[in-house]
């Protein structure tokens, strides 16, 4: 009997996924847990596995299909390597024939069923939209997605009566388009709902790095000894920014409705490059966690990004981030937050500068720093003295230790 291979639950409000690759092909022999299909979710690519030994039948979704969770992907015939049966292929082709009959959706034709998904369809039968109004869709053939309904609803009213498809454009011969990922398409919808939606703003300091780099040289052999993991600045930021944190509850809470969500716990997102783009892996319970622990998780993070086998709930959950723009050479920037957070902090490059200390210019590496922060529940006067208090914690780490 045939065994169905579905899209798997992908995790926190992850509903559909995009068929990235197909890594076998109808009629391959596969070994249990072998990875037969690799999918692309708004935030990493899962790979779905064999659940047993046997032979795959028809691909139900093609490459680039989007499909929801519990969606069909294919059939496995049980049993061993051989000659993909003629059983195997009778289902596939039958639930393919219903595609084949429907008609292909026009221009011309009403684009509410055609063109959307089914969140959708959901979604814009909730807000009483339609296919016109939120114009050409992200998905594949200009499908309508939840994501482009949601970036619709959160632009201003008078944006929306505005919006209408655009003309088509007449590309350069010498220019080359090319299809933005799912990653880099949720990437940008995300960003942009967060400054239709918070209230941003962004305030600066700059911190003397002495004492951190001091601390560093002299105790770096006997860190590496014991826990076999360099230490870094950004375990020493990561402590600072999470004392401050327990001092300025709000800059960890977030806005639910006309609620404000406080907690007791900090769950650290830390922005990593990837081949695909940026990801901010979370450290949970990050309050708990020593340098080394710290150290360790970012360095296991930043592989994991490198490899592409970060995981989704490696990236869900954070209640703040940290960002360090500085190992690209950026002096200076204005991070934007990582909604629903309240806050996210900036890191830059250290640069030697000319500093007066005690009535005399002195020579210090110096970094800028600067804090993005969600207006509607943060005051300013909370997000300055936060910052004044992560500069005065790396500046003497000692403050770390006896929780001053």
Known sequence: MSVEIKVPTLGESVTTATVAKWLKKAGDAVAADEPIVELETDKVSVEVSAPQAGVLGAEVAKEGDEVEVGALLTTLEPGAAGAKPAAAAAPAEKKEAPKAAAPAPTPSAPKDAAAALPAARKLMTENNLSADQVGKGSGLNGRITKGDVQTFLSQ?????????????????????????????????????????TAAILTTFNEVDLSAAM??????????????????????????AVIAAL?????????????????RDFVNLGIAVGGPNGLVVPVIRDADKLGFAQIEKTIAGFGKAAREGTLKIDDLS?????????????????????????SGILGMHSIQERPVAVKGQVVIRPMMYIALSYDHRIVDGKEAVSFLVRIKQNVEDPRRLLIDV
Do not use: C, W
């Open 156 to 196: 201003p009213p008078v944006a929306q009566q505005q919006a209408a498809p655009k003309p088509p454009r007449n590309d350069d011969p010498r220019e080359e388009r090319v299809k933005m990922t799912r990653l880099r398409r949720t990437i940008a919808r995300r960003l942009k709902d967060a400054q239709n």
């Open 317 to 341: 959950g954070g209640t703040f981030s940290i960002t360090n723009g500085g190992i690209y050479g950026s002096l200076l920037s204005t991070p934007i937050l990582n909604a629903p957070q």
């Open 246 to 262: 327990k001092e300025f509850p709000a800059i960890n809470a977030e806005i639910d409705g006309e609620d404000v969500i406080y």
């Open 214 to 239: 001091e601390l560093r040289a002299e105790y770096q052999d006997f860190f590496v000894k014991k826990h076999g993991v360099k230490l870094g600045y950004m375990s020493i930021f990561s402590r």
